[in-house]
């Protein structure tokens, strides 16, 4: 069966995505969602046929770090991340691991967050290809393989499973 994928920047954010996705519904494509999680509200109002999360640090730092505009992320994510959980299979988290935003305490945090998760995915950000914001990393080393192994042995407890992509 074929489908359409609605990804980033963030696809929740245009007003009229209840609707198209009605409408490729309607066509019997199916939808997958690509989303930073933050608007829950949005997610809700329709049924992705799978839904991925991108989650990119724990909720505290997403203000400082990301420039996220919402005071209450982590109960933002906690909605989102309910409907990963009751999709099971269907559903995803993906987590980008990027140096300064993604560390072991960053790790250990998220794993309450992501308890009950079915799927996680630990993405090795790549850093060799242009930035847009070069800055944004202090260090254009990434995070080394053994490292993201050790965060994936962090969650393998907490999740169904943790896989690393890209590896």
Request: glycine share 4%; aromatic share 6%; net charge negative.
């Amino acid at each position: 069966m074929e489908g359409v994928v609605f990804s980033g920047g963030e696809p929740t954010l245009h007003p009229h995505i209840k609707t198209l996705i009605e409408e490729i519904h309607e066509l019997r494509y199916r939808v997958l969602l690509d989303t930073n999680g933050l608007l829950p509200e949005m997610i809700e109002l329709f049924a992705p046929d799978y839904l991925a999360v991108d989650i990119k640090t724990e909720p505290r730092l997403y203000g400082s770090l990301l420039g996220a505009p919402f005071d209450n992320v982590a109960e933002r994510l906690k909605r989102s991340l309910a409907m990963v959980k009751n999709m099971k299979n269907s559903a995803e988290v993906r987590i980008t691991v990027a140096p300064a935003i993604v560390t072991e305490e960053v790790v250990c945090n998220l794993r309450p967050l992501l308890e009950g998760v079915q799927n996680v995915f630990l993405q090795p950000v790549n850093l060799r290809h242009e930035i847009l914001v070069p800055d944004f990393f202090p260090s254009q080393d990434p995070i080394p393989m053994n490292e993201v192994k050790y965060f994936q042995e962090l969650l393998s407890p907490v999740v169904g499973r943790c896989a690393i992509r890209n590896e």
